[in-house]
C-alpha cells in the first residue's frame, strides 16, 4: 500500500498541475509555479505571527493568499508594460526578501522556513495519514491533491472555451465580451491553491517539475487543446510510475526520478514530434533536398 500511495500521490500531482500547466504554457507564464513556491514565505510567516503555532492549516492558508497575492502583482506589471518574465522575476524575488526580512526580525528563535512547514517529501506520504470520526481515510496528501485535480477538473471543464479563447486570443476575447482579466485571476487562483496544496504534500521540485515538463511535451506533440491537456496527464502520470521505480532501482529521490523521467519524456518529444521535432524536420529538408536535385 505504501508504493501504491506514492505512485497515486505523484499521479495526482502530475494530473493537477498538468491541466493547469497547459493553460500557463500556452500564457508563457510556465515559471509561476517556482514564483509562487518563493513569494508564499511572508505568508507563512504571517499565518504564524497571528496563529501563533506551525499548524499546516493555517500555514497552507497564509501561503495560498500569498500565492494568490503574486499573480495579482505579476498581472500589474505585465498590465504596467512590464514583460512576463520580468514581472515574474521582480515579484517572487522581492516576496521572498520580505518573507526572509520577517523570519529575522520575528521569527529568528523558531525554527521556521519554507523546508519545515510547507516542502513536503513524497516518500513520507504514507505515514501522514488524516482520521474522519476516528477512521483512518488514508493519506492527508491524496485527499489534498485529489480535491485540487477535482477542483481544477471542475473549472476549466465549464469554462473551458473561455479560458482556450483567452490563452490564444486575449483580443478577441475581450471583443466577444468575456472578461478577460476574471478568468485570467480564476485560472491563476487554481494555480495558486494546486501548488500550495501539492508543496506540502510532495515537495517543491515535483510541483514546478510537472507544471511545466509534461505541458511542454504535449505542446510539441499536439496543436489541439483539448489533446494537448489529455496528454500532459497521461506523459505526467507514466512520469510518476516510470520515476518511482526508477529511484528505488537507484536508490534516488523520488521527486526527482519522476521529473527525471519526464525530462526523457521531454527529450523524446523534441527529437520526433510529427510537426516540431528535430529528427522528422531533418527527414523533411532531406526529401526536399532529393526532390529539388531530381528535377535538376
Known amino acids: 500500500m505504501n508504493t501504491l500511495y506514492v505512485i497515486l500521490t505523484g499521479a495526482l500531482v502530475a494530473s493537477a498541475c498538468g491541466v493547469v500547466g497547459c493553460f500557463l504554457v500556452l500564457r508563457k507564464m510556465a515559471m509561476i509555479g517556482d514564483a509562487i ?12 505571527l497571528i496563529s501563533g503555532s ?32 520580468a514581472s515574474i522575476g521582480v515579484v517572487f524575488t522581492a516576496l521572498f526578501a520580505v518573507g526572509i526580512m520577517l523570519v529575522s526580525l520575528y521569527t529568528r528563535n523558531i525554527d521556521l522556513d ?11 506520504v504514507p505515514w501522514n495519514t488524516i482520521e474522519l470520526l476516528g477512521v483512518d481515510i488514508g493519506p492527508k496528501a491524496v485527499w489534498l491533491v485529489g480535491l485540487a485535480l477535482v477542483l481544477n477538473v471542475a473549472v476549466i471543464g465549464l ?12 483580443g478577441l ?7 478577460v482579466a476574471l478568468f485570467h485571476y480564476l485560472l491563476m487562483g487554481l494555480v495558486s491553491v494546486t501548488t500550495v496544496a501539492s508543496f506540502e504534500s510532495v515537495g517543491a ?5 510537472m507544471l511545466v515538463v509534461p505541458p511542454l511535451a504535449a505542446y510539441l506533440i499536439t496543436e489541439v487543446l483539448s489533446r494537448m491537456i489529455v496528454y500532459s496527464v497521461l506523459i505526467g502520470s ?16 523520488i521527486a526527482a526520478s519522476m521529473i527525471t523521467v ?19 524536420r531533418i527527414l523533411r529538408q532531406k526529401h526536399r533536398l532529393q526532390q529539388a536535385n531530381s528535377e535538376i
Open 37 to 48: 513556491s518563493h513569494s508564499v514565505l511572508p505568508g507563512i510567516v504571517i499565518a504564524f
Open 54 to 85: 506551525r499548524d499546516s492549516v493555517a500555514m497552507m492558508l497564509g501561503a495560498a493568499a500569498l500565492g494568490l497575492l503574486t499573480v495579482f502583482l505579476i498581472q500589474m506589471f505585465q498590465q504596467s508594460g512590464v514583460q512576463s518574465d
Open 114 to 124: 519554507l523546508d519545515c512547514v510547507l516542502y513536503g517529501e513524497i516518500a513520507y
Open 159 to 170: 469554462f473551458y472555451k473561455q479560458f482556450k479563447v483567452c490563452s490564444f486570443d486575449p
Open 173 to 179: 476575447a475581450a471583443a466577444v465580451g468575456i472578461p
Open 205 to 209: 521540485i515535483l510541483v514546478v517539475g
Open 238 to 253: 507514466a512520469s510518476a510510475v516510470a520515476g518511482y521505480y526508477l529511484a528505488k532501482w537507484l536508490d534516488a529521490s
Open 262 to 280: 519526464a525530462g526523457a519524456f521531454l527529450l523524446l518529444a523534441i527529437l520526433f514530434s510529427p510537426t516540431h521535432g528535430v529528427v522528422p
